[in-house]
């Protein structure tokens, strides 16, 4: 068995987390044969609640699960972490954009980045899920200046599930006959789903998912704004914001993170831009990317063309916008 790891989940006594936490508890992220010792974030009225979770806990008897800390003190819970799942902070209600968390959240990632920089172990990796996720990793790794920059990325990968889901149920295939749909973009209503230079597996054999639907309108139409207002959709259904599924993509995410992404194959996360794809740079925009050796690369020279452009470009100003805001934030 390997040294444990420290990883800290924050809104430990939340929704999401509380689905996380077992997911990470199995190994399913860092890996069957990888100790963890669990830091639990969450605010001082929440402690009871906390300590519920940690007594579920304990009696879910997981042997990976070699230490756990609950605590409302920041200098506890990122002391020496190597991986850090930001989600605590407030969910949006039904009506709400996730833009509107901005002046609720934004804070809490200034103030969590500063703590990042003070207590966490400097490799680590940051993935933020709280809204407005994009901008919220912005802002926590302008915070944590002495962590590099590429440490930080913000969860699109419900996006992509959901997407790929829809590709899926669409060509009658499983899961995993369908590979490479993208995010690009904000996790916001703006996001552009593109499945363009995704493949499907027909028979046995791979090809274009838009050769497989017949260049169908669908593919521009009905998928991309069903995918872009999916969880408002939850909402409006379940009357709290998606949880189970969030935390499947959260480890998705860090899973490939820490282990990489499979030959021929990429995913979707928000990372800072280096202006590929004629993208502005200095925002958090999803883009497709390979991982290898824990570092991200974006996949470059895919073909993009007008629609496609037309997208990136709307999905780019919305989040120079919230960039803009959350700056003047901050400085509040
Ligand atoms: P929740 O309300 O169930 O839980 C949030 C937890 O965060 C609560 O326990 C709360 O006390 C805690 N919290 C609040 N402020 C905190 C702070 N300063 N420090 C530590 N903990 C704090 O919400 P949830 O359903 O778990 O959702 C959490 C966030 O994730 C929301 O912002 C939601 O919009 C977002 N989300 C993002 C995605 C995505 O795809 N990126 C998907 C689903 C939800
Ligand atoms: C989601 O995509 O389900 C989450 O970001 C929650 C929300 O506010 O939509």
Known sequence: MSEPIRVVVTGA??????????????????????????????IPPMMEVLEGVVMEITDCALPLVVGVVPTADLSVAFKDVEAAFMVGSMPRKKGMERKDLLSA???????????LDKYAKKDVKVLVVGNPANTNALMCS????????????????????????AVANRLGLRINQVRNVTIWGNHSSTQFPDAFHASAQINGIWKPVAEALN??????????????NRGAAVIAARKMSSAMSAAKAAADHMKDIWHGTAPGTYTSMAVLSDGSYGVPADIMFSFPVTIANKQWKIVQGLSVDDFSRSKLDVTAKELLEEKQDAVALCQD
Do not use: C
């Open 13 to 42: 006594a939340g929704q999401i987390a509380y689905s996380l936490i077992y997911m990470l508890s199995r190994g399913e992220v860092f890996g069957y044969d990888q100790p963890i010792i669990l830091h639990l974030l969450d």
């Open 105 to 115: 959240n934004v804070k809490i990632f200034k103030e969590q980045g500063e703590a």
């Open 142 to 165: 302008k915070f944590a200046p002495s962590i590099p920059k590429e440490n930080f990325s913000a969860m699109t990968r419900l996006d992509q599930n959901r997407a790929q889901a």
């Open 215 to 228: 260049n169908s309108p669908w593919l521009k139409d009905e998928f991309v704004t069903t995918v872009q």
